[in-house]
């Protein structure tokens, strides 16, 4: 089929509810996207943070193959080994908590938020979440969710959550009562522009959750399995959340999300009260499994740590060079870069060039190279970057 024809098909029979770029990816490959008319795109945004190993990372691919010939599904009626061995990998990566496997983030969040709710006394059923955080597109979620513009059209919303400024400690203290149930927190904001928490602010939520008998949940779903050089985001920080949330890398490409919380919290959860159909399926936690040995075997936390330093020393000298570049910032490989104005045309020019990078919150470019990539990718993507942004000087 041509890019026109497939195009076409969407126009008639796929709801139109995402902005898209007018490419037809027809392969994947490491670092690079292909497109239907041969062009060779260098992916520096794989699948918003899914496909952090690079696209069909060959030991994803290869455990995804033996699986398949084995077991596709199986219900949770029933035990089955790859779900029982990725929990364990996961626990024994972060606090050494439970883990509930379902499909995606907002999933994930939805299931933290509902376990919070059961595990506290029935008068908790607030919620705290701050502003610029993104959280998923369900009901709670959305209302999680504190930026009006996912709101819009959506009102009333769930109630009982309260909004405060992201890294703002004394407005967390005066939001914080004995009614709240869980604070929920991104460790880095992602759609909210790679806003990096401090160190204080999430030991404050720490101590406020203890004081108050709340949850402390935070949202991994972008910052987890990896990304920012740790496991999890909040192991760069020094402190100890009650539940996390995951999903985005942790399939490699394969849908799948977890919710992973402290014992005498996840004890909480009984028969009845929360479930997922696919939840645990045995192709997407053959997946995730793969995708947490190949981080190990391959050393690509050292290199999200190494390769993220190099990255962002070398956009800040893109930074010396344009004026439009106001600040870098990030951990690891999940960097953004303030610009002084709108980055929307620089992604489509950068496309164009065969440079893939994202555009959030209007004005931060965000750049999430694969876990894989090398020094020569990164350089390649800033030449690019540099000769859009010397066109816009
Ligand atoms: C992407 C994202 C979500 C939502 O995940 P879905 O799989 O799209 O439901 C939730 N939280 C964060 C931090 C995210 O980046």
């Known amino acids: 089929m041509t890019t026109q024809e497939t195009i076409e098909l969407f126009d008639k029979y796929v709801i139109a509810n995402y902005g898209r770029l007018p490419r037809v990816i027809v392969k994947g ?3 690079y996207l292909y497109d239907a008319d041969g062009n060779k795109i260098l992916d520096m945004f794989p699948g918003w943070a899914v496909s952090a190993l690079g696209h069909c990372h060959p030991k994803v691919v290869e455990s995804l193959r033996t699986q398949s010939g084995e077991l596709l599904h199986i219900d949770n009626t029933f035990y089955s080994e790859p779900q029982g061995v990725l929990a364990k990998l996961l626990s024994e990566r972060a606090f050494g908590g439970k883990c509930f496997f379902c499909n995606s983030g907002a999933e994930a969040n939805e299931g933290a938020l509902k376990l919070a709710r059961l595990h506290t006394s029935q008068e908790k059923y ?3 979440t701050a502003e610029g955080s993104f959280h998923g597109r369900t009901f709670a979620t959305v209302t999680a969710t504190a930026q009006p513009k996912y709101h819009e059209g959506f009102l009333p919303l769930l109630p009982g959550f309260i909004y405060v400024p992201f890294n703002d400690v ?7 009562s004995d009614e709240v149930a869980a604070v929920m927190i991104e460790p880095i904001q992602g759609e909210g522009g790679i806003n990096v928490a401090s160190a204080e602010y999430l030991q404050t939520i720490r101590r406020l959750c203890d004081e108050n008998g709340a949850v402390m949940i935070l949202d991994e779903v972008q910052t987890g399995i990896g990304r920012t050089g740790k496991w999890f985001g909040y192991q760069n920080f020094d402190v100890e959340p009650d539940i996390i949330t995951m999903a985005k890398a942790l399939g490699g490409g394969v849908a799948i999300g977890a919710m992973m919380a402290k014992e005498e919290i996840a004890a909480s959860l009984v028969p009845g009260k929360h479930a997922s159909t696919f939840g645990g399926n045995c192709l997407a936690c053959a997946a995730g499994i793969a ?4 981080i190990e075997e391959d050393k690509l936390l050292e290199n999200a740590v190494e390769l993220g330093q190099y990255t962002k020393d070398r956009l800040e000298q893109l930074r010396g060079k344009h004026s439009m570049i106001d600040s870098v910032r990030g951990i690891g490989l999940m960097i953004g870069i303030q610009l002084t104005g709108s980055g929307k045309t620089i992604v489509d020019q950068c496309l164009k060039k065969g440079l893939r ?8 470019l965000r750049f999430m190279p694969p876990m894989i990539a090398t020094k020569s990718h990164i350089d390649n993507a800033i030449s690019i970057l540099d000769s859009v942004l010397s066109e816009g000087d």
């Open 170 to 176: 004394a407005a967390l203290e005066s939001a914080f």
């Open 291 to 294: 995708v947490i040995e190949a």
């Open 357 to 364: 990078i994202n555009c959030t919150n209007d004005t931060v």
């Open 29 to 31: 490959e490491g670092c």
């Open 126 to 128: 607030k919620f705290i």
